[in-house]
């Protein structure tokens, strides 16, 4: 399911949302509000997405037709790209009839400059070490190919912008071959190479969109390391820019997310 990230129900994901939706007149568990979690270790062009998108427009078929109304699609965070990648895979046609809009909850459309932490030292949320451990999550995180696809775009972040600062050069959207190879993991660049490409977020939904995210939270938009010694291992300082606390501002305001 999707309201809890873990099987124990211990740490909360849409359970408050879909509690919330249950509480509109007519909600129904299984009928009127579904579930379509996937995958998200892998990229949109993946097989894998290839059977989800086709199991999610099933789902959205046969919720139309057990209900006699259009479908209301809502995704959060990377889900945000991954259902626009899915709008742009159906046609005008069926949009049309089976889609009343899409709700999108903190959309990390051109990325987010977590990623950059996840693949260099690891991101353990300013979790103390002696509870986990950053060596194991970066070696984690570097398997996961929707990492790689979530790095800031760098058609939102030009040539000057730099997202990571050492002491002997400093790396924008544009190095993050140079960056691979600079901390001694040329392995990325050919897992980078697999979804270097968000083509589909220059492309209009074909829906109503309802785009919500927050603003004003402190959010990481570069990572300096003092010491070469420290890089990449150790915790880098982030310097913080507008955002929702994870995604930065201008990844959750992709221009054509704002009509």
Known sequence: ????????????????????????????????????????????HTKKFDEYFERLKQLVEETYEA???TVVLVAHSMGGPVTSTFLNIVTDTWKDKYLKGFVSLAGAYAGATKSIQALTTGNSEQ??????????????????????????????W?????????????????????LFRDM?????????????DRDYMREDPGVETLCVHGYDRPTAVKYSWSKMSDFPDERPSATNGAGDGTVPLRSLEVVYFGR
């Open 184 to 196: 001694a993991y040329p392995e990325g660049v050919k897992v980078y190479d697999t979804v270097r």
């Open 127 to 156: 979790i103390p070490g002696f509870i986990v451990n950053r060596g194991v999550l970066r070696k984690n995180g570097r398997t996961i190919q929707s990492t790689y696809w979530l790095l800031p775009d760098r058609a939102y």
């Open 67 to 69: 209900n006699n109304e």
């Open 1 to 44: 399911g999707v309201s809890y990230v873990d099987s124990h129900h211990i740490i909360p994901y849409y359970v408050h949302l879909i509690k919330a939706l249950h509480a509109l007149p007519g909600a129904k568990e299984g009928v009127t509000v579904r579930g379509a979690p996937y995958d998200f270790r892998y990229a949109p």
């Open 158 to 178: 030009n040539s000057s912008e730099v997202l990571v600062e050492t002491p002997e050069r400093s790396y924008t959207a544009a190095d993050y071959d140079k």
